[in-house]
Every structure is written in structure tokens, then in C-alpha cells.
T-cell receptor, first 114, second 113 residues
Framework: GQNIDQPTEMTATEGAIVQINCTYQTSGFNGLFWYQQHAGEAPTFLSYNVLDGLEEKGRFSSFLSRSKGYSYLLLKELQMKDSASYLCAGPAEGASGGSYIPTFGRGTSLIVHP | DGGITQSPKYLFRKEGQNVTLSCEQNLNHDAMYWYRQDPGQGLRLIYYSQIVNDFQKGDIAEGYSVSREKKESFPLTVTSAQKNPTAFYLC????????????FGSGTRLTVV
């Protein structure tokens, strides 16, 4: 089994930088995902890390340390529209067909204020 | 454009009724999934299917049923045995080759009245 832990809520100011942490425990590893979900909408894919290090994609970056079971999502130049829930989805046991099914954390609700 | 479509967006169920949520995708994805999301909780897996005519239980399958008669379609039935069905239901699909992020549908909000 595995646990995915991330903070419940964070607040930040428009234009600032915020880091959302995620820790996981698992016996296997097949990559770690980050998703963004606005209220009442479907999650949208942000990033995927399978190797250690930082992956940068515009204002969003994601970091992974496999040895520490730790990831973070870094959001720069925050905008009001970045107010959303950010879901960390970690490695899971393989499904019977050879694919794997990630386990989702509870999500971090980010509130960006002026 | 390819995508995944859920319907209806809002659904109301009376006590003791079965209701079916639709999920259709034209992405040619092999795998499809149903998740339930409650306030303050993450996505919990109900059922998944990786091939037509086959599906597997997820973590919270009790009170739900699915079918996968076509690759494009993976309907979810919420039965009267599900005692607390009010939730936001999300359908997702993914290709099996490689590790890919999910494509999610827009969700169905089910409320018991």
C-alpha cells in the first residue's frame, strides 16, 4: 500500500511563488503526477516526474526525489486564476494488465489573493 | 477533437433508485476508470477496465456496477446498495503503453433527494 500526503490548504499573494509539497510511501515506483482542479471541474494534467530532479514547464515546475519519497510543485508569478486544488498522484501497485493506477492525494487547495 | 464526455452533468436520485452515469471517449484509449470525489478527499477508485469485456474493482466498488461492451464506453451504475451516493463522479481514460497522465471527463454531480 501507499500513502500520499500533501497540505490541505495554502494561501499566497498574486505575483508571488508558492511550493506545494507531496510525500509518498510505496514499495514500487512508476512516476509521480501533478494535476490542477478548479472547483466543480475535472482535473487537468500538469506534470509527470519519473527521474530525480526538476522539470520546468513555464510558470510551473515539479521536483522529485525518489530516495526521499518527496515531490513538490512550484508555481511562479502567481495569478488569481491559479486558485485551485492541486492533486499529487503517486505510484501505485501495477494493475493486472501491466499498467499502473496512481493513488491520488487529497489535494491542496491554493488560494491566491490580491 | 478527441476527448472524453460524461453525462449528465447533474443527476438527482431518489432513495432506492439505480442510476447510470455515461462515459464515452474517442481517444482510442484502452483503459478507462471511474473515480468518486467527496469534499476534502482525494479521488477514490471505483472500477477500472483495461480491455473490452473486462473490468476490475477498485478501492470502493461496493454499491456500484460497470460494463465495458465497447472500447469507447464505460458506464457506471450507482445501485440502491450504495448508501451514500451523493458525490462528484469522474471518468478518466489513458493509453496503456507507457505511463501517461489521465484524460478526465468533466464530471457528474450526483445528489440523492
Amino acid at each position: 500500500g501507499q500513502n500520499i500526503d500533501q497540505p490541505t490548504e495554502m494561501t499566497a499573494t498574486e505575483g508571488a511563488i508558492v511550493q506545494i509539497n507531496c510525500t509518498y510511501q510505496t514499495s514500487g515506483f512508476n512516476g509521480l503526477f501533478w494535476y490542477q482542479q478548479h472547483a466543480g471541474e475535472a482535473p487537468t494534467f500538469l506534470s509527470y516526474n519519473v527521474l530525480d530532479g526538476l522539470e520546468e514547464k513555464g510558470r510551473f515546475s515539479s521536483f522529485l526525489s525518489r530516495s526521499k519519497g518527496y515531490s513538490y510543485l512550484l508555481l511562479k508569478e502567481l495569478q488569481m486564476k491559479d486558485s485551485a486544488s492541486y492533486l499529487c498522484a503517486g505510484p501505485a501497485e501495477g494493475a493486472s494488465g501491466g499498467s499502473y493506477i496512481p493513488t491520488f492525494g487529497r489535494g491542496t487547495s491554493l488560494i491566491v489573493h490580491p | 477533437d478527441g476527448g472524453i464526455t460524461q453525462s449528465p452533468k447533474y443527476l438527482f436520485r431518489k432513495e432506492g433508485q439505480n442510476v447510470t452515469l455515461s462515459c464515452e471517449q474517442n481517444l482510442n484509449h484502452d483503459a478507462m476508470y471511474w473515480y468518486r470525489q467527496d469534499p476534502g478527499q482525494g479521488l477514490r477508485l471505483i472500477y477500472y477496465s483495461q480491455i473490452v469485456n473486462d473490468f476490475q474493482k477498485g478501492d470502493i466498488a461496493e454499491g456500484y456496477s460497470v460494463s465495458r461492451e465497447k472500447k469507447e464506453s464505460f458506464p457506471l451504475t450507482v445501485t440502491s446498495a450504495q448508501k451514500n451516493p451523493t458525490a462528484f463522479y469522474l471518468c478518466a481514460s489513458t493509453a496503456l503503453e507507457g505511463v501517461n497522465g489521465y484524460t478526465f471527463g468533466s464530471g457528474t454531480r450526483l445528489t440523492v433527494v
